[in-house]
């Protein structure tokens, strides 16, 4: 593998923090967006990332400084894919924009250029043709805040050349991940497949009124061992993507639970303010929530 350049394209909560965790690893990065409003706003998450960076990382002044040296800005496709080894793709996850966006980095990005998609839903199959390059085209998919949730899956499709995969997973590891290969497409992929499902269920015994958001979380954490219950976990990916998911399978299903579901988490928690960690406010409160009181798996 021999990337030093790195695009990525889009530069909201996971683009910024790909490209910046890229920088902090040493790499050349230049970010792209639509508008240079849009790149202001970026500026800003990078700015609250190099104090996540030092907070979480022990990081100095100067190892955050000189990764955000190392990142361009741009508004323009062509500039910003001018020398780039490796584009990674995170723009929302809207069919047509995608397709949209490959078919116009196919012509203005080198030869060599790698295009990455960190798509969480959607499969690389679905935009291999409109990339121009379907066998340098493959999915790098990232968890929230990735310094710390550090996994990188990797999921080719069947025209993937494995010399790019086999690539792919070098960079992985090159930017502090721990590469986890998918050798055939899932929706989902490995995280989403195992973690949706249990997130629906634990929203259904809410909806089914069977308990309460802390005696749930508390079961599983106490059962488990595991450090966040269901809408602990929730509060960090936040309620509008919960809502998402769920109003998508009610109108793919037509189940009227997902549909109760949808309205219960617009109606008492989005329509309210209460989007999760992000905002102070989700299934718990924060900066100080009842699952991290010293008492809370206590009977």
Do not use: C
Not at 139 to 163: P, R, Y
Not at 197 to 212: I, N, S
Not at 288 to 299: A, T, V, Y
């Amino acid at each position: 593998m021999n990337y030093k350049h790195v695009t990525v394209a889009g530069s909201g909560v996971l683009g910024s923090q790909i490209a910046f965790q890229t920088a902090f690893k040493g790499f050349n990065v230049s970010v792209y967006d639509i508008n240079d409003e849009v790149i202001e706003r970026a500026k800003e998450r990078f700015m609250n990332l190099k104090q996540r960076y030092q907070e979480d990382l022990g990081a100095t002044q100067k190892d955050v400084d000189a990764a955000y040296e190392r990142i361009s800005f741009y508004s323009d496709l062509s500039e910003a894919v001018a020398d780039a080894d490796l584009v990674i793709e995170a723009i929302p996850e809207v069919v047509q924009s995608k397709m949209d966006f490959y078919r116009q980095l196919g012509k203005v990005a080198p030869e060599k250029t790698i295009f990455a998609t960190n798509s969480s839903t959607l499969l690389p199959s679905q935009f291999a043709e409109a990339t121009g390059r379907p066998e340098k085209f493959l999915a790098l998919h990232f968890a929230n805040e990735i310094w710390k949730n550090n996994t990188a899956e990797i999921m080719k499709h069947s025209g993937t050349d494995m010399k790019v995969f086999d690539e792919i997973i070098e960079f992985a590891k090159a930017i502090g991940m721990v590469p986890l290969p998918l050798h055939k497409e899932q929706p989902g992929y490995i995280l989403n497949s195992l973690l949706v499902p249990f997130l629906e269920a634990a929203e259904m015994l809410l909806l089914k009124e069977v308990a309460d958001v802390e005696t749930i979380d508390k079961t599983w954490m106490i059962a488990t061992g595991a450090p966040l219950g269901p809408f602990a976990i929730l509060d960090v990916v936040g309620i509008s993507t919960a809502y998402n998911i769920v109003q998508a399978k009610a109108k793919a299903t037509g189940n009227k639970d997902f549909k109760k579901l949808a309205e219960l988490l617009k109606t008492e928690y989005i329509d309210q303010g209460k989007l999760g960690r992000g905002t102070g406010e989700g299934f718990y409160t924060y900066p100080n929530p009842q699952f991290m009181k010293p008492d809370f798996l206590q009977g």
